[in-house]
Every structure is written in C-alpha cells, then in structure tokens.
T-cell receptor
Framework: NAGVMQNPRHLVRRRGQEARLRCSPM?????VYWYRQLPEEGLKFMVY????????ESGMPKERFSAEFPKEGPSILRIQQVVRGDSAAYFC????????????FGPGTRLTVT | QQQVKQSPQSLIVQKGGISIINCAYE??????FPWYQQFPGKGPALLIA?????SEKKEGRFTISFNKSAKQFSLHIMDSQPGDSATYFC????????????FGTGTRLTVIP
C-alpha cells in the first residue's frame, strides 16, 4: 500500500515563474491537507480539501496561491509569480473519510526560488 | 500566533539517557495531541498520540504525559539511542470541525553515542 506521494521532490523556479506541486493521497483517502515548512520552523497549515471541495483555506496566503483536488487525479498546489520567500518544503498529508483520523504525510516538495 | 509552544529548541542527550520535550497549548477545543518524528529530507511520521481522557500513554521507549488542567503535554524518550536523533514536533488538533493540525516549532534531538 503506497503512502502519500508527492512530486516533484525538488523544484527550482526563478522569481516570477509558476510552481505546481502534486500530491497523490494514500489509497482510500479522500481528505488532503497542505502544509508549508520554512527552514528551522514547524509546519504551518495552508489548506484542507476533499474531492472537488476546498473545506478550509484559512492558512493560504491571499494572493498567488491556490489549491485544487479534482475528482480524478492528484491534488495540486499552485504558486504563481514565485518570490524568494516562497522557498520552503511543502508537505501534503491525507486521511480517510468517516470520522477523524490523523493524517499521513508525504515526503514533501522542496521549492527553491532563485 | 503560535498555538502550540514547544521547548527546548534543541537537545543533546547521551546514549541511554532520557530525552524530554515539552509542549503547551491554549485552545481548549484541541482534543488530539500527536508527536511526529522527522528525519532530514523526509516528511513527518506519526510517532505516538494521546487524547485528553488519559494522562499518560506509553509505546515502547516513548511516553506521552498529558496535564489537561495545565494544558501541557510532554514526550519522554527512555534509553535514548543515536537512531533517535531527529527533529520532533508536537501538534494539536480538534477532531471536529476544522481539524487541521497545529504544530510546535520543533526540537532537534541529538543522541551522542
């Protein structure tokens, strides 16, 4: 049973470009969470999605960031016009439906903006 | 605003010693308190978790102590081993409604052989 998968594992973008981060949840999981980890800091919640729905985006920056979890395919975290401050590790986590269970985390995508 | 405060920031322990990491929270809606272990370049992995209806939970060498009235909880690693060297994060979450995890800032543990 494969765990949470994220790709790419490392992504380098120049300032002003777009970054697309992908997350495939564990089999049987339909809840997806995105977290951001800045160097030497803890993980900060960004957004919580279920299939085709954004449930909680209270942690998302107001501009340039968006997330989706379509009916088919992986969840996508999209960052437009990246800036140096977007450099971080972005982690996806997933959990199953039917009551709360602790999410399982993927290996992360390390974004570097040059 | 940091909803979960964690200390110390770093910890060095001799092999065989006890590692203790402390966390505190304010939000009384939190009712699930996990600890995650993270190795460099990897995602956080759930280590052990507790709910507020018990004061202690033990799994192998790892024990969580929970003080509901003080809104504090701690991780104890007994007989610490070099392989335990990692960053440990406490977290807290409500399990109803918006149930995302709020993480502490992490403790970098180094166990010296």
């Amino acid at each position: 049973n494969a765990g949470v998968m994220q790709n790419p594992r490392h992504l380098v973008r120049r300032r002003g470009q777009e970054a697309r981060l992908r997350c495939s949840p564990m089999k049987g999981h339909s809840h997806v969470y995105w977290y951001r980890q800045l160097p030497e800091e803890g993980l900060k919640f960004m957004v919580y999605l279920q299939k085709e729905n954004i449930i909680d985006e209270s942690g998302m920056p107001k501009e340039r960031f968006s997330a989706e979890f379509p009916k088919e395919g992986p969840s996508i975290l999209r960052i437009q016009q990246v800036v140096r401050g977007d450099s971080a590790a972005y982690f996806c986590a997933s959990s199953r439906t039917g009551g709360w269970t602790p999410p399982a985390f993927g290996p992360g995508t390390r974004l570097t903006v040059t | 605003q940091q909803q979960v405060k964690q200390s110390p920031q770093s910890l060095i322990v001799q092999k065989g010693g006890i590692s203790i990491i402390n966390c505190a929270y304010e939000n009384t809606a939190f009712d699930y308190f996990p600890w995650y272990q993270q190795f460099p370049g990897k995602g956080p992995a759930l280590l052990i978790a507790i709910r507020p209806d018990v004061s202690e939970k033990k799994e192998g060498r790892f024990t969580i102590s929970f003080n509901k009235s003080a809104k504090q909880f701690s991780l104890h690693i007994m007989d610490s081993q070099p392989g335990d060297s990692a960053t440990y994060f406490c977290a807290a979450s409500p399990t109803t409604g918006a149930n995302n995890l709020f993480f502490g800032t992490g403790t970098r543990l180094t166990v010296i052989p």
